[in-house]
Nanobody
Framework: VQLQASGGGLVQPGGSLRLSCAAS????????IGWFRQAPGKEREGVSC????????YYADSVKGRFTVSRDNATNTVYLEMNSLKPEDTAVYYC??????????????????????WGQGTQVTVSS
């Protein structure tokens, strides 16, 4: 499966964006999907992981209560709704599947090496 993240842009602090992770070559119904971000000069960090089978969703503490993940199986797309954006949310955002193609997220889900099929990222810039 190939993934493509989109929907990034420039937004003022407090604003909102919705990112999309579209899949081709496979259906996302069977894959756990991770959202990660990487700011300049920093390591890639986990934002969220959503399981395909049991609906379980994990969020990083830094985005909990502000970001929401949803799936649209009809369009084979996973969304990341981002509200109350802060300048520290500025980064390139990526989506990816579990490297072992598992439909479930691990409890300790933030390990970058646990994910594969990284799509091209989308830039999110939060600035006034």
């Amino acid at each position: 499966v190939q993934l493509q993240a989109s929907g990034g842009g420039l937004v003022q602090p407090g604003g909102s964006l919705r990112l999309s992770c579209a899949a081709s070559g496979g259906t996302l119904d069977y894959y756990a999907i991770g959202w990660f971000r990487q700011a300049p000069g920093k390591e890639r960090e986990g934002v969220s992981c959503s399981s395909a089978m049991d609906g379980g969703i994990y969020y990083a503490d830094s985005v909990k209560g502000r970001f929401t993940v949803s799936r649209d199986n009809a369009t084979n797309t996973v969304y990341l709704e981002m509200n109350s954006l802060k300048p520290e949310d500025t980064a390139v955002y990526y989506c990816a599947t579990r490297a072992n193609r598992s439909p479930r997220c691990k409890t300790k889900w933030t390990l970058v090496a646990d994910f594969a099929n990284w799509g091209q990222g989308t830039q999110v810039t939060v600035s006034s």
